[in-house]
C-alpha cells in the first residue's frame, strides 16, 4: 500500500542545501515548511526559491507553506548555541532589550509587564522550560525558573492569550505575506488565530488563485470557536505545543481527537503538529512513545504530521524524513477505513447550512465512496480545479489511492496536504467525457492502475455555474 499520511517538513539550515532536499523528497517529504520566525525575509525567499527549484528538478510536485509569525510573544536572542536556563534560578524579563542569556532574558512585546500577573506560570518554546513570575518592577519583571532545559535561538514565551493585546495577522505578518503571495507560495500559515475573522483578514483570494491559509490551532479562544474556523480555513494546523500550554496538557489528546474529526468531516486537511520525532533533533532514531503518538495520530484521521526542528535544525533531516515515512506508511495499513467511513456519513447527516453545490458533492463524494468500496476498484480518479473534489473524496478515508488531476499546477501543489491524493498535473481543462477517458489513459502510463482494472471517475462536467461535484463514472482501464 502507498503511503496516505502526508508528511509536512520544516526547512532551516541543517536541511536548506539542494542536495539535502532532494534526498529528503526522495525519502518523503510531501510539503516543505519555512518557518518566518527566525531569519530575514531575503533568507526566507531564498529557501522557498531553492525548494522550488529542486523539487522542478527532481519532477514531482511539492507543497511548499510559509509559517508567518504572527503576534506571539518571543524571547530576544540566545545566539547561535543552545543555553541552560538552570532549575530554581531566578531570572529578568525585560521588554526590548535585544539580547538574551541565562540570568536576563529579553522580551519582544512591550506590554509584557502590564500582561502578566505574579504567580503566573509562562512556557518558554514548546514548554519544556517554564518560568513562575515572582513580582513585576517598572522595566522588569522578575521569575523563578520552574523547570530548567536547553534552550536556543529566539524561542515564544507563552502568555495568556486572553490578555494580549494583538490581533493576528500583524503588520509584519502581512508584509511577509504580500512578498511570499508575489512569489506564488502554496500554503500560508496563520499563527495565533482566535476567531474566523483573523482568517478573514489575511485577505489573500481564495484558493488556488491564491494561497491556501491554513488556520493554526493553539489559543483557547480558537478551540471555542473551532467550527467557524474551519469553515473560513483552507486546513487546519493542530499546534500541539501552544495550546497543551493554553488549555492544559490533560486535555490535549481529546482535543486533538475532536479537531481532527471535525477538520475532516468539513473537508478540510488537517496536520498534526508539534514534537513528534522531538529526539530525533539529536538522536538516530525516535522514541517508542514518539512512534506511538505518530500511529495513534494517523488513527485519529490526521491528513499530515508535521516535523519541525527534528528537520530544520536535527543532526539527520534525511534519516528522519524517512523513518516518519516507514511509521507513516506501516500505521496507514492498520487503519480502520470502513469504521471511518461509517462515522464521517453520519457526521455529514447532522451538517447543516451549506450550498445546494456543496450537498451535491457531499452525495456524489458518499456514493463514490461506497461504489468503489463495494466493486473494489483500484482507484478514485478525480479531476478537480480547484481541488475541492479532492478534498472531499478524502473525508472518507478510501482504502484505495485517490488519483487527482487538475490543470492548475497550484491546485496539483496543494493537494500534496492532502491524505492519500496523488495529484497530477492535466494538461487542459476536462469538461467532456472524453478527455475524462484520456486521463485514465494517463493515470495507467504514469504506474498509477493497470490495464483491464476498474476505476471510479469523479468530475465536474457542468457548466461554469455549477460548481459541484456532478459526475460518477465506473470505467475499466484500456
Not at 530548567?148 to 508584509?175: A, F, K, N
Not at 472518507?396 to 485517490?402: D, H, K, L, T, Y
Request: overall charge negative; charged content about 25%; glycine content about 8%.
Amino acid at each position: 500500500m502507498t503511503r496516505r499520511t502526508k508528511i509536512v517538513a520544516t526547512i532551516g539550515p541543517a536541511s536548506d542545501s539542494p542536495a539535502v532536499l532532494e534526498r529528503m523528497f526522495a525519502a518523503g517529504v510531501d510539503v516543505t515548511r519555512i518557518g518566518l520566525a527566525h531569519g530575514s525575509l531575503d533568507e526566507a525567499l531564498a529557501r522557498y526559491r531553492t525548494i522550488r527549484a529542486v523539487a522542478e528538478r527532481v519532477g514531482r510536485p511539492v507543497g511548499t507553506m510559509v509559517d508567518l509569525p504572527g503576534p506571539k510573544v518571543r524571547l530576544a536572542s540566545f545566539g547561535s548555541s543552545p543555553v541552560l536556563l538552570a532549575t530554581d534560578t531566578v531570572v529578568e524579563l525585560v521588554p526590548g532589550r535585544a539580547s538574551s542569556d541565562s540570568t536576563v532574558l529579553g522580551v519582544d512585546y512591550e506590554h509584557l509587564l502590564g500582561d502578566v500577573h505574579p504567580g503566573d506560570l509562562l512556557a518558554v518554546g514548546d514548554g519544556s522550560v517554564s518560568l513562575q513570575v515572582e513580582s513585576i518592577d517598572s522595566d522588569r519583571a522578575r521569575a523563578r525558573v520552574a523547570h530548567g532545559g536547553m534552550t536556543q535561538g529566539r524561542p515564544g514565551l507563552h502568555v495568556p492569550s486572553e490578555r494580549l493585546r494583538i490581533t493576528s495577522p500583524t503588520d509584519e505578518d502581512l508584509r511577509y505575506l504580500d512578498a511570499f503571495v508575489d512569489a506564488g507560495v502554496d500554503m500560508v500559515a496563520l499563527s495565533f488565530v482566535r476567531s474566523a475573522h483573523d482568517v478573514r483578514r489575511v485577505g489573500t483570494e481564495p484558493h488556488p488563485r491564491g494561497p491556501l491559509i491554513v488556520a493554526k490551532i493553539e489559543t483557547r479562544a480558537a478551540v471555542e470557536n473551532l467550527t467557524g474556523i474551519i469553515a473560513e480555513a483552507g486546513a487546519i494546523m493542530i499546534a500541539r505545543g501552544d495550546l497543551g500550554t493554553e488549555l492544559g496538557i490533560e486535555d490535549l489528546p481529546h482535543l486533538q481527537k475532536r479537531i481532527t474529526r471535525e477538520c475532516i468531516s468539513g473537508g478540510k486537511p488537517v496536520i498534526t503538529a508539534t514534537q513528534m520525532f522531538e529526539s530525533m533533533i539529536t538522536s538516530p532514531s525516535p522514541t517508542r512513545a514518539e512512534v506511538s503518538d505518530v500511529a495513534n495520530a494517523i488513527f485519529d484521521g490526521t491528513s499530515a504530521v508535521m516535523l519541525s526542528a527534528e528537520t530544520a535544525v536535527g543532526h539527520d533531516p534525511v534519516e528522519t524524513v524517512a523513518t516518519m515515512a516507514r511509521v507513516a506508511a506501516r500505521a496507514d495499513q492498520e487503519f480502520d477505513y470502513e469504521g471511518w467511513a461509517r462515522r464521517i456519513r453520519l457526521l455529514r447527516r447532522s451538517a447543516v447550512g451549506e450550498s445546494l453545490d456543496a450537498r451535491i458533492t457531499d452525495a456524489m463524494t458518499a456514493a463514490a465512496w461506497r461504489a468503489a468500496t463495494e466493486i473494489g476498484v483500484a482507484a478514485v480518479i478525480c479531476i478537480t480545479d480547484s481541488g475541492f473534489t479532492v478534498r472531499s473524496m478524502a473525508r472518507f478515508r478510501p482504502a484505495m489511492p485517490i488519483v487527482a488531476f487538475s490543470p492548475d499546477q497550484r491546485t496539483v501543489r496543494q493537494l500534496t496536504l492532502s491524505w492519500g491524493a496523488v495529484p497530477l498535473h492535466a494538461t487542459a481543462p476536462v469538461h467532456s467525457l472524453d478527455l475524462m477517458d484520456d486521463l485514465i489513459v494517463a493515470a495507467r502510463d504514469q504506474g498509477h492502475v493497470q490495464s483491464g482494472q476498474l476505476v471510479a471517475v469523479l468530475a465536474g462536467a457542468g457548466d461554469e455555474s455549477v460548481r459541484a461535484t456532478d459526475v460518477l463514472r465506473l470505467s475499466r482501464v484500456p
